[in-house]
C-alpha cells in the first residue's frame, strides 16, 4: 500500500510514520504551515522525513490559516492548561483544518499514484476536535471516493481512530522510536511546558504505556493533577 503519511512532527504521526515504513510503502510525508504561532514542529517533521529516507513535503497554507481565526494555536489567545478532558480546551480548534488539510494531501496522493492517505487522528482527540471522529473519517474518504472517481482508489488510513495515545505511545516504544525527536507542545519553548493539553495527554500516554517519557518538561508535575494521577 503506497502511503502518504500526514506528518505534524508529534509523536503521533512520527510514530504513523514508523509504522507505516515497517508495514507498507512510505512515499513521503506532507505537513502544513497553517499559520501556527510557532513552526518547531515542522522541524521534527522534517527530521522524521529524513531519518526514514523519505520525501518531506511541506504546504504553505498560512494565508489561510490566518482567516481560520478565533484559535489559540493561530491567534495571540492564551494557550489553556489542563487536560484536553476539558472544556477550555476548544479554544485550540483551528475550523476545518484537518478537512482542509486531508483534500490536499489527497490530491497530491492521486497525483502521486498513492494508495493511501495515512493520519494519526487517535480516540482522545474526540472531545475537542470534531474533524477526528470517526464520523468525519468515514464521510471524508466516502467524499474523496466521488471526488477521484476514475483517477484512482485511495483509503484514507487511520489506524489509531480507536486507539487511546497510551496505545500509540506503547506501539511507538516497541518500534524503538526516539521520542526526543518529536514535538508536541502548543506554547513552543525551548522545552515541552508541561502543561498545555498535548503535554498533560503526551504525559500520561507514557505513564499509561508503562514506558519512559524521555521528553525534557518545564514543569514535571503538572500532569499528575491534570490527570487525577
Known amino acids: 500500500m503506497k502511503t502518504l503519511v500526514i506528518c505534524s512532527g508529534g509523536m503521533d504521526s512520527v510514530t504513523l510514520a514508523h509504522k507505516i ?11 502544513f504551515d497553517y499559520g501556527q504561532r510557532h513552526k518547531k514542529e515542522l522541524a521534527y517533521a522534517r527530521a522524521c522525513a529524513d531519518e526514514l529516507g523519505t520525501e518531506h513535503i511541506l504546504i504553505d497554507m498560512s494565508d489561510i490559516g490566518r482567516r ?3 484559535s489559540a494555536l493561530t491567534d495571540e489567545l492564551d494557550v489553556p492548561d489542563g487536560h484536553y478532558a476539558e472544556d477550555t480546551m476548544k479554544i485550540t480548534v483551528v475550523p476545518n483544518r484537518n478537512a482542509i488539510m486531508l483534500s490536499i494531501a489527497f490530491g497530491i496522493a492521486s497525483a502521486r499514484g498513492a494508495d493511501a492517505v495515512a493520519t494519526a487522528v487517535h480516540g482522545g482527540d474526540h472531545f475537542i476536535y470534531p474533524d477526528c471522529r470517526p464520523a468525519f473519517t468515514e464521510s471524508f474518504e466516502a467524499m474523496q471516493r466521488h471526488a477521484l472517481e476514475g483517477l484512482g482508489e485511495i483509503r484514507l488510513f487511520t489506524p489509531y481512530v480507536h486507539s487511546s495515545k497510551a496505545a500509540i505511545a506503547a506501539e511507538g516504544l516497541k518500534l524503538g522510536i526516539d521520542y ?13 511546558c508541561g502543561r498545555c493539553g498535548t503535554c498533560v495527554e503526551r504525559r500520561e500516554a507514557f ?3 508503562g514506558g519512559i517519557d524521555p521528553t525534557i518538561y518545564a514543569d514535571t508535575e503538572f500532569w499528575k493533577a491534570a490527570c487525577h494521577v
Request: with cysteine; glycine share 14%; hydrophobic share 35%.
Open 68 to 70: 481560520l481565526s478565533g
Open 180 to 192: 526526543r525527536n518529536t514535538w508536541s507542545c502548543y506554547k513552543g519553548g525551548e522545552v515541552h
Open 207 to 209: 505513564h499509561l504505556a
Open 21 to 31: 515504513v515497517r508495514e507498507h510503502a512510505l512515499i513521503g510525508l506532507i505537513s
